[in-house]
């Protein structure tokens, strides 16, 4: 089935489960999962909110292929004002909780208000429930996944849910489910946790399928699609052997690693925790860190990582809790825990990563953070007294320390928790945060990419890599290769970009298909599964209604066109070593051409025309 | 040839796509709890193991039946639930020692693999081969070319 055409309405301050039918005039729209969810919440959710208000409202949602047998059809996203960075949040999570909702017969869950006491939401089919969450309160992630499914006496539910740092009020909080997935950016678990919400626990009998337009044709088109993914060399073989750690190597070489707070662009020990590394056998027990690859639910692809800690490791030794396999490392979290800090050690990593995962935070966001604190402490501005412990660039114990302070919201935990913005801020040195709007970079460097450093600067959720993934095209070619080190043409490739992954991130599908999927191969599958005749036409303009939704939402919180930056040091301090030496990012240069290619004026605002354009 | 399903757990990866091509191609919907095949995830191992009907050559599901409603299908060798017969008395959920035979409330009638007329929609549907459909003699091949492959690998005397 495309859409179950029914969302539930949860009222945490009244504690109701109310039941309403799908609006279809806006899925047609805006498809499901992020552009259908947004069109909700821009509509019933004030942007001057305050995101931690009751006002605010958090909807989960599914696309129209989550739950089919579209190749990564198992997507779910978190939509909210984001708690880190005050703009529009949608946080995208694998797994098996999105299929599982929408196996129960829901396509979106929309919570509102805030509950009076701690409480977690039990879904089963049609009957939705809050349940009292006072023995949950204070729980792991890791924990209150066990105590659901021992309390339910059913092994087959999912849950989703916030750790303590969720509950303690750290602001890039994630909301985890299947124990190391997570809708992870933007702080939109310190949402759930505001509510008094611990988590959503699904089990769906119900299945869908009764009701794809073309089951025939949608079977067919699936089947097409798997091939490409199979056939392509990236999703096809280089994700599946080494994950998105593939990278680690590839962007070291090419100077755009972001290394020590982004002083340097390449890092001396990349190697040491790339995804190649963790093929190898460890000296000390004769072990791979990788114990296997994995995928989310329907995924054909199976970039997901499973490994084991050694268990001699300084940061396990006598935690045997933690010599399990777990999820871990990916790429992007081996970057912001390893070469942001300049720590090589990746026993460290993946231990630090599961406690990321078992307390649910983010770990770029707070890799990037205890970044800043170490320039901060490397500048005499941070003393050891105020930290609690001597925290150079490349300490391995720093790092773990403070992973566990934070995850225990305790000590100099509680002032990462802010991120990095705000705790640099707080000590005087705002430049020093590497973000955008709050919320910090992924693992490229613009200097070395430069369209990811337009990207991140426009953004609709803060500094991200999810939403124009250019890295595609600048360094792998896909789906042509262009100049990593020129702004040329760079604005038409993010908004293409942008556009592009609005409608993939609507659909109910991952983004990495996108390494070997186009809008073309999408597209018969949403046709065939979806009411309503989906064009490529139809597909493109949606992309950028979404796209311009979100923007028109950021503006009216407040954002301007002063926050579409980088960061100063991007702009004046030259990469120093690799392809790029001697770059800044051309951010200023390409800004106006982005505008422009939007249709907004100068000042970052749609203009009249490209709304009606757009139907918004 | 009479074939079997075989099962490599190392290589599932768990992204379920057995457990949907049964549910739809028995049930015409995308559920996975209507599955006839199920893929466990040991978590803390790092394991994922699809596992169903073996096809006992002396199938106690079979023999436990009162009302002979569990048939060796000529075609495939699958021991095949006839559900006009079937009264879901569930003796044969008790006599199978590994659990594939289940109840389903839905229709009143059990429910276990049939290896689907001879085109199992689980073996097509695995994109990593962890479920294959071959012959029946010889599902050991792969793994009997595997270990082949280890022996005699001592540098060959040259002349």
Redesign the interface.
């Known amino acids: 089935?495309a859409w179950n055409r029914k969302i539930l309405r949860v009222d945490l301050t009244k504690g109701t489960c109310k039941a309403e039918p799908l609006n279809m005039e806006w899925a047609q729209e805006y498809l499901g999962q992020r552009g259908l969810a947004t069109k909700y919440f821009v509509e019933e959710v004030d942007p001057k909110v305050d995101p931690l208000s009751p006002e605010n409202k958090l909807i989960m949602t599914t696309g129209p292929l989550t739950?089919?047998?579209a190749?990564t059809g198992g997507r779910y996203s978190v939509v909210t004002k984001g708690a880190l960075t005050g703009a529009i949040a949608c946080s995208n999570s694998g797994g098996?909780f999105g299929?599982e909702l929408k196996?129960s017969g829901w396509d979106m869950i929309i919570f509102e208000g805030k509950s009076p006491k701690p409480v977690y939401l039990s879904i089963e089919d049609d009957k939705a429930e809050l349940k009292d969450a006072a023995h949950l309160w204070g729980k792991t992630v890791f924990q209150t996944e066990e105590i659901i499914k021992s309390s339910h006496q059913d092994t087959?539910i999912r849950v989703s849910s916030i750790g303590r740092s969720g509950e303690n009020g750290v602001l890039f909080a994630c909301v985890v489910n299947d124990?190391h997935r997570a809708a992870g950016r933007s702080g939109v678990g310190t949402v759930m946790g505001s509510k008094n919400l611990k988590a959503v626990a699904v089990r769906?009998?119900?299945?869908?399928?009764?009701a794809l337009k073309d089951a025939k044709g949608f079977?067919a088109a699936t089947k097409a699609a798997?091939k490409v993914l199979?056939d392509n060399a990236v999703t096809g073989q280089g994700l599946?052997k080494y994950g998105t750690q593939v990278l680690m190597n590839v962007i070291n070489e090419m100077g755009a690693l972001p290394t020590r707070n982004h002083r340097d662009v390449q890092f001396e020990d990349a190697r040491k925790i790339s995804g190649e590394a963790m093929h190898e056998k460890r000296p000390t027990d004769g072990k791979t860190h990788l114990?296997?690859?994995?995928?989310?639910?329907?995924?054909?692809i199976?970039c997901?990582r499973?490994?084991?800690i050694d268990e001699s490791h300084f940061s396990v030794v006598n935690k045997p809790q933690y010599w399990?396999?777990?999820g871990g490392l990916e790429y992007e979290a081996a970057w912001a825990l390893g070469a942001a800090n300049g720590v090589g050690d990746l026993e460290a990593l993946q231990y630090v990563n599961v406690l990321c995962n078992e307390d649910g935070f983010d770990p770029i966001t707070f890799g990037a953070t205890v970044a800043a604190a170490m320039e901060l402490y490397d500048l005499g501005i941070l003393t050891k007294e105020q930290i609690g412990m001597e925290a150079p660039f490349g300490s391995a114990q720093a790092l773990v320390e403070l992973a566990q302070m934070t995850a225990q919201g305790i000590g100099f935990g509680k002032e990462l928790g802010m991120g990095s913005a705000r705790l640099c801020a707080k000590y005087g040195r705002p430049e020093l945060s590497m973000g955008v709007k709050k919320q910090e970079f992924p693992a490229y460097d613009s200097r070395g990419i430069q369209g990811m450093g337009l990207g991140y600067a426009t953004s609709n959720r803060g500094a991200c890599h999810l939403r124009a993934y250019t890295v595609a095209s600048e360094v792998l070619g896909i789906p042509v290769k262009t100049d990593p080190l020129v702004t040329e043409g760079k604005a038409d490739l993010v908004k293409a970009f942008q556009d592009a992954t609005s409608v993939f991130d609507s659909a109910g599908v991952c983004a990495f298909t996108t390494f070997a999927w186009s809008l073309a191969d999408l597209q018969p599958q949403l046709d065939t599964a979806c009411e309503g005749g989906w064009s490529m036409e139809k597909l493109a303009l949606l992309g950028e209604r979404i796209w311009n939704m979100e923007r028109l939402f950021n503006n009216a919180a407040g954002f301007t066109a002063k926050d579409d930056d980088l960061p100063s040091r991007l702009k004046t301090e030259p990469a120093k070593t690799g392809p790029a030496k001697g770059l800044v990012n051309g951010i200023d240069k390409m800004r106006p051409e982005y505008y422009k290619a939007r249709g907004w004026t100068p000042e970052g605002v749609p203009t009249k025309e490209t709304l009606d354009r757009l139907g918004l | 040839m009479q074939k079997s399903l075989h099962i490599d757990a190392n290589k599932c990866t768990g992204c379920l796509q057995c457990e949907m091509a049964c549910s739809y191609e028995n049930h015409g919907v995308f559920n996975i709890s209507k599955s006839r095949i199920k893929v466990f995830n040991f978590e803390h191992a790092g394991r994922k193991v699809p596992y169903t009907c073996t096809q006992c050559s002396e199938a106690w599901c079979m023999t436990a039946c009162p009302v002979d409603a569990i048939r060796i299908d000529a075609g495939t060798g699958a021991k095949t639930v006839h559900e006009d017969i079937c009264v879901g008395c569930k003796v044969c959920t008790i006599a199978c020692p590994f659990g594939t035979v289940n109840y389903v409330a839905e229709t009143g009638k059990v429910q276990k693999c049939d290896l689907c007329g001879g085109e199992p929609a689980c073996a097509d549907a695995c994109p990593t081969g962890a479920i294959t459909y071959v012959d029946a003699d010889w599902t050991g091949l792969d793994k009997m070319r595997q270990w082949a492959g280890k022996t005699d690998t001592q540098p060959r005397a040259t002349a």
Not at chain 1, 204 to 210: D, F, V
Not at chain 1, 291 to 300: P, Y
Request: hydrophobic share 35%; net charge positive; aromatic share 8%.
């Open positions: 089935m739950g089919t047998v190749s098996y299929s196996f087959q124990l769906g009998k119900n299945g869908s399928g009764g079977m798997k199979a599946p114990v296997t690859n994995a995928a989310c639910f329907g995924c054909t199976a997901g499973i490994s084991k399990g396999a777990s």
